[in-house]
């Protein structure tokens, strides 16, 4: 089910106005002063502490409702929607699920998600710049279009993207990262926050495996540097190979959470 079409498709605005651009933590004027540089880093970080403040908030309504978050989280293309499928398809009815899912344009992902019978809110940022992450805030308004008290699980499908959505917390209890194969083994290492702040790792597309040159130890091991101990889910969600030890790891945190 797509909540009333798509006219609860959100529509946000930048936290920033142009004349002052969209921040993230590492950001900084290229070539400007210690000074300024320092203020700069003060701006972000305000900007970070409101985020937080907020996720802190959707955090409590989450706990009240007793309704379990993660926030699933990759580069464009390695396999959120597909997974969520895929992983919907499994869990329900057992455990009421909803999802949210945030692109620069279009509701395609609302789409494929609808016709698994899940509540689906669809968010675009593409209007005021396209932000290429979900903050809280934006968060807390697509959560007014869902029954939270008739939901076990709230997936959020992140902005594509390996860097800005793991700086900003949105109230969830876990958070994913997709990985496909085709995207190299070096990624954890390029992109170590997004791997630091995850719970899980989801391996995927190994059904490419034999027409690739990956390694896939290597890919491991390269998370595991970041990450020691996370779980890794080696996974294709094209033909659901390894699919179990996935769908035990989310249905046990979630049933554990709302015991
Ligand atoms: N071969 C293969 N293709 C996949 C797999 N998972 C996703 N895809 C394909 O990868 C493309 C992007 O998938 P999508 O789920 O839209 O990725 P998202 O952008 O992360 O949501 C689509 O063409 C999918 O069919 C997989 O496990 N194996
Ligand atoms: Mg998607
Ligand atoms: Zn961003």
């Not at 320092?38 to 900007?47: F, M």
């Not at 109230?171 to 719970?199: H, I, Q, W």
């Not at 790891?249 to 049933?255: A, E, S």
Request: aromatic content about 6%.
């Amino acid at each position: 089910m797509l909540i009333n079409g798509f006219k609860n498709r959100i529509r946000y605005h930048r936290q920033s106005s142009p004349k002052s651009p969209h921040l993230h933590a590492g950001d900084h004027p290229a070539g400007g002063s210690k000074i300024t540089a320092t203020r700069e880093i003060k701006v972000v970080r305000k900007v970070l502490d409101v985020n937080d403040a907020m996720a802190a908030r959707n955090r409590e309504v989450f706990a009240e409702k007793n309704v379990f978050v993660l926030n699933m989280m990759s580069s464009p293309g390695s396999g959120k929607t597909t997974t969520l499928e895929k992983t919907l398809a499994k869990i329900m009815p057992e455990i009421r699920s909803a999802v949210i899912v945030g692109d620069i344009c279009t509701t395609n992902d609302a789409d494929r998600l609808a016709v698994t019978g899940v509540p689906v809110v669809q968010i675009n940022t593409d209007e005021f710049g396209g932000d290429c992450h979900l903050a809280a805030h934006v968060i807390e308004k697509a959560v007014g279009n869902l029954d939270l008290d008739n939901l076990d699980l709230l997936i959020v499908e992140n902005v594509g993207n390996l860097v800005c959505p793991a700086e900003f917390d949105i109230g969830e209890n876990l958070r994913a990262v997709v990985l496909s194969v085709t995207e190299g083994e070096d990624k954890p290492l390029k992109y170590p926050l997004m791997f630091r702040v995850c719970d899980a790792v989801l391996l995927n597309k190994i059904d490419l495996l034999p027409y690739l040159e990956y390694d896939r130890k290597l890919a491991v091991k390269n998370i595991l540097q970041i990450h020691p101990e996370i779980p890794v889910f080696e996974i294709s969600a094209q033909t659901e190979e390894g699919f179990e030890p996935w769908l035990n790891w989310l249905t046990q945190n979630v049933k554990q959470k709302l015991k």
